[in-house]
């Protein structure tokens, strides 16, 4: 069984936090690169962050930079993204997904889990 099962969305107030979890199942998050993207009602797919497997090395979509943080705790199989400073836009559906980069943060998405919805809203 493979698996990446996404938690921690909800309804939260504009300058909120929320931390969304990615936890994997049937294989080790440690030789992957890990994706956060969203999905936002008739909007694109987009990407918001990234860790790399190899150095731990991020990346981040301008629009939430210095707002979220991606980390991972290998010793519990999941990747999180911390989300500080909510604002309406950043509503959407959150996937995480593993990507195909040797470890990096380059090629395409692989593995995908369901999601967790995210509402800013006031």
């Known amino acids: 069984q493979v698996q990446l099962v996404e938690s921690g969305g909800g309804l939260v107030q504009p300058g909120g936090s929320l931390r969304l979890s990615c936890a994997a199942s049937?294989?080790?998050?440690?030789?992957?690169?890990i994706g956060w993207v969203r999905q936002a009602p008739g909007k694109e797919r987009e990407g918001v962050s990234c860790?790399?497997?190899?150095?731990?090395?991020?990346d981040y979509t301008d629009s939430v930079k210095g707002r979220f943080t991606i980390s991972r705790d290998n010793a519990k199989n999941t990747v999180y993204l911390q989300m500080n400073s909510l604002k309406p836009e950043d509503t959407a559906v959150y996937y995480c997904s593993t990507l195909q980069g040797g470890g990096y943060c380059l090629g395409q998405y692989d593995y995908w889990g369901q999601g967790t919805q995210v509402t800013v809203s006031s």
């Open positions: 860790i790399s497997s190899s150095d731990d090395s991020t």
């Open positions: 049937g294989f080790t998050l440690d030789y992957y690169a």
